[in-house]
């Protein structure tokens, strides 16, 4: 039930918006894992077509922290700090997207930045937390105090096909915003606006509850803005069609680029509900792949699918070749 509501939402706010999408990032930086939000909102900001410009792809955040500028080349073995094999892949994967330009200077590896990267390119960070069911609410409550406490969004909603009831909004933040969201008919009713947070403050971070105690983590703005990076950059580079189409023949692709099944007559999930256990298997090639969930992604939203790239050569260089 949660992944075909989170899907229809999806699908829903690429449409009514303008916002970059992705589903299942991390939303903790004192404990990286211990919270992961369900849909992430990328608001663009003035930067947004410089940062469009570079890369399809996710650009790593040790690289655009690294000491490597758009000027001067610097030994690629001193660019990253960290262990040496953990930065050799941060800069092999900067190359790789485009961000880094290497060159060679007797027989050793240098790189520089292909062009400066636009810290503006993010004007908001939306978090969506996905409950279908208030009555069976799991952890929301806490994870949403989290969400709240910690400021690493701008904003942070949770979405429900429930009615909304005043005991419902009194046992959440009153920061967090709802929304009622009907998958079937694809309307959305605003229960309550999100109050916009202060990622540019200090966060509080919840990390455990026992009886009498809670422990927390204080958190920075600086580790805040680096966390922010990370998260925007995975959104880019990762999208919310996520899955894989099974080869079945029941299964198809709707309009929106999500799993239908014709069997069962539903959005199914892929790596739970298909296989050869499945009653409505019927072998067959998949319906889609990652081209088709490119391409849909490139018209609907300002995601650049194959951009230009911003390399660019540096006057006096190739006498270092």
Not at 31 to 45: L, T
Not at 76 to 94: F, I, K, L
Not at 171 to 185: K, L, S
Request: proline letters at 8%; aromatic letters at 6%.
């Amino acid at each position: 039930m949660e992944f075909g509501f989170e899907l229809a939402l999806c699908a829903h706010l690429e449409r009514e918006t303008d916002w970059v999408l992705a589903r299942q990032l991390g939303g903790a930086v004192a404990a990286p894992g211990s919270r992961v939000v369900d849909v992430v909102g990328v608001v663009p900001g003035p930067g947004f077509d410089d940062r469009a410009r570079i890369t399809e792809r996710a650009i790593p955040t040790a690289a655009v922290e690294s000491a490597a500028g758009v000027g001067e080349a610097v030994p690629a073995a001193r660019a990253v700090d960290g262990h040496p094999e953990r930065a050799r892949d941060v800069v092999d994967e900067a190359v790789a997207c485009g961000f880094f330009v290497e060159e060679r200077r007797g027989g050793k590896r240098y790189v520089r930045q292909a062009t400066r990267y636009p810290d503006d390119w993010v004007g908001e960070l939306v978090a969506v937390e996905n409950k279908p069911d208030l009555a069976r609410p799991g952890d929301l409550e806490r994870q949403l105090r989290v969400d709240a406490s910690l400021g690493l969004f701008d904003r942070v909603v949770l979405a429900t096909e429930s009615h909304v009831t005043g005991a419902h909004l009194n046992r959440i933040p009153e920061a967090v915003g709802v929304w009622r969201f009907h998958p079937d008919t694809d309307e959305r009713e605003v229960v309550r606006e999100a109050t916009p947070l202060d990622p540019d403050a200090p966060g509080v971070e919840l990390l455990a509850e026992h009886p009498g105690r809670t422990d927390v983590a204080l958190v920075s703005p600086a580790e805040k803005a680096r966390k922010r990076r990370r998260v925007a950059e995975r959104a880019y580079g990762k999208g919310w069609r996520t899955y894989e189409f099974p080869a079945c023949a029941n299964c198809a692709a709707d309009g929106d680029g999500r799993p239908r099944c014709a069997h069962f007559g539903r959005v199914v999930d892929p790596a739970s509900d298909c296989g050869e256990a499945c009653p409505g298997w019927e072998p067959a090639e998949p319906a889609a792949d990652d081209d088709d969930a490119a391409a849909l992604r490139d018209a609907r939203t300002p995601w650049v699918r194959d951009p230009p790239g911003a390399v660019r050569r540096q006057a006096g260089l190739d006498r270092f070749r």
